[in-house]
């Protein structure tokens, strides 16, 4: 299997498509940017795939090209971890619409030659999870031992199970929900709106001089970056402390430790991202809601489902709250679906789950051993 | 293999094979993964305390963690077996409104419950003029999160009056079952199944 350069890291493919969208619009090429860990075995039965969340990318497990950190979730995923790698073929793929490698809003119009910028088709959530799919009959991969995603990552690993029933055998939803609140939209309304008051960003057509919208997307994410956090987690760790200064300084610098951090939080944010994906990102969240497209009753999203689920929320996650972990779990327990939910407590909100914690680590390692053995 | 609260062995030894259970305040998920194991039942749990639930889900069990009194509405219809209720229903809001909803959901239900009609707990009130602090009922009245006490004869009561079939019995003095003579006084613990 080594030989075979559809797997390893830092992979990419070319497939032609064309895939039809929710929005009657169609896509192709469609690129698709991925990672693979560990050995696809013969019977193709150990592979999971990880949904990665709005600004994440493939590289779950190791060194990111632009910022040259480690992995986003190395805690879950590699050898011996519960994700194992070891034991597991683990694949992660840039969604559609974002940039690091996936058919988006920089990548080249076929019809034009030139970056799409907004002539990019919107796309829900489904959308991307149909792009995955193509992938998955790319690699030889009919069925999946699991399905993993925490936030937006979870709205695509649900959207799997009632997308592909029968490709999806254990599915393990984190932080998430099965329909964005008036209050998630609002908070990426306000987001788009930074980005579209910044001159520069031209109706999204900032390619060609690479000067894009740097402020006003460091400013949709020092926003977005508030709601992943906890009002205790910030107290915790910024207080009202001050930024290397004794005293205020009556004027308008980062005073406050809580303000550095943010500003630093979204000048590193736009030398990875770009602007036009983060509002296609957004919108496809925004347009979610799972019941919305099964007649308005979310259990019949599982009906005669034959998948396990898991799902973990966060006590403190107030921007994906327990709360809508638990109107899965009633919509699961109503289709008669086998489906294990528990709330975890940490301080950090909504971020939790790509934080270190042993609880949840143990919950996903039972979890997926135990569907290793039926 | 280790051994089952003696409650719990009784439902696990008259729970048939294959059946579908939902068990509510399954704990850890003992009964479950014994009923699993030994029976190829296909349950589902239900329990209130997180660090339960994370040691039930960690055995492969499917346990969702949720409140009895709040979370039982969500399944449908005679959709299990049996539903299990054990050494929950004394901390339940309102246990008969439990036990209607046990005997919605499953078409059987085991319940099972500390009788405060033990000759021991009536010595404790009687002679003590205390609320009694036994081995069953280790807390004191502040802390404990049994909110209705109930006896063998006020439950067999509440059977008669919602009308509901008993299909079975067991008492326990200690870890050993007792007969039906007397057990209102004579025994520390009941098992009933119902049907409706």
């Known amino acids: ?374 | 293999m280790t051994k089952l609260r003696p409650d719990l062995q009784i439902i696990a030894d008259n729970v048939r094979p294959n059946a579908r259970v939902l068990d509510i305040g399954c704990g850890d998920g003992a009964l479950m993964a014994a009923l699993r194991d030994q029976k190829q039942v296909d349950a589902r749990g239900l329990e209130i305390e997180p660090a339960n639930v994370a040691s039930a889900v960690s055995k492969g069990l499917s346990v969702v963690q949720g409140d009895a009194d709040t979370d039982l509405s969500a399944y449908p219809d005679r959709s299990f077996d049996y539903a299990i209720l054990s050494q929950t229903l004394q901390t339940t809001h309102r246990p008969d409104v439990i036990i209607d909803e046990l005997l919605r959901i499953g078409k059987q239900a085991f319940v099972s419950f500390p009788n405060f009609a033990h000759w021991r707990v009536r010595m404790s009130l009687l002679v003590g003029g205390r609320m009694p602090v036994t081995r069953l009922l280790p807390q004191t009245w502040y802390n404990t999160p049994n909110i209705h006490h109930v006896t063998i004869d006020d439950f067999r009561a509440l059977v008669r009056d919602g009308k509901l079939e008993q299909e079975g019995q067991w008492f326990l003095s200690g870890d050993k079952q007792t007969g039906r003579a007397m057990a209102n006084l004579l025994a520390e613990h009941a098992v009933f199944l119902l049907r409706r």
Not at chain 1, 162 to 181: G, N, Q
Not at chain 1, 197 to 210: F, H
Request: aromatic letters at 10%; proline letters at 4%.
């Open chain 1, 1 to 374: 299997m080594n030989e075979d350069d559809r797997f390893g890291l830092n992979r990419h493919v070319r497939l032609m498509g064309p895939l039809p969208l929710d929005s009657g619009a169609a896509l192709t090429p469609v690129e698709l940017a991925y990672e693979t860990y560990g050995t696809l075995n013969a019977e193709a039965s150990n592979a999971i795939l990880i949904c990665h969340a709005l600004t994440m990318d493939q590289y779950v497990a190791s060194k990111h090209p632009l910022t040259g950190k480690g992995g986003w979730w190395t805690d879950m995923v590699g050898p011996g971890k519960p994700i194992d790698t070891d034991r597991h073929f683990v694949i992660c793929a840039n969604v559609i619409g974002s940039c690091m490698g996936s058919s988006g809003p920089a990548t080249i119009n076929p019809a034009t030659e030139k970056p799409w910028g907004m002539d990019f088709p919107v796309l829900t959530i489904a959308d991307m999870v149909r792009a995955q799919a193509l992938l998955l009959d790319h690699l030889g991969i009919e069925r999946l031992h699991a399905v993993i995603g925490g936030s937006m990552g979870g709205m695509q690993a649900i959207s799997w199970t009632a997308l592909y029933p029968e490709r999806v055998k254990s599915a393990v939803i984190i932080a998430s929900a099965a329909r964005h609140s008036a209050q998630n939209i609002a908070f990426h309304e306000v987001g788009r709106q930074a980005i579209m008051a910044d001159p520069r960003w031209r109706g999204g057509a900032y390619y060609a001089d690479d000067d894009p919208p740097s402020s006003g997307l460091a400013v949709a994410r020092m926003a977005a970056h508030i709601t992943y956090l906890s009002e205790a987690g910030l107290t915790e760790k910024f207080g009202r402390r001050l930024q290397d200064r004794d005293s205020k300084t009556f004027g308008f610098d980062a005073d406050f430790q809580v303000e550095s951090y943010l500003r630093h939080q979204g000048i590193s944010f736009v030398d990875r991202f770009d602007a036009n994906s983060y509002l296609y990102i957004t919108r496809a969240m925004d347009y979610f809601d799972l019941a919305e497209t099964h007649g308005g009753t979310l259990a019949h999203a599982f009906k005669g489902s034959k998948t396990r689920f898991c799902l973990i929320s966060f006590d403190t996650d107030w921007l994906y709250p327990t709360s809508e972990s638990r109107t899965i779990v009633h919509a699961l327990n109503a289709a008669g679906a086998a489906a294990s939910f528990v709330e975890l407590s940490s301080a950090f909100g909504h971020d939790s789950f790509l934080l270190e914690n042993p609880e949840m680590n143990r919950i996903v390692d039972g979890f997926l051993k135990a569907g290793e053995t039926i």
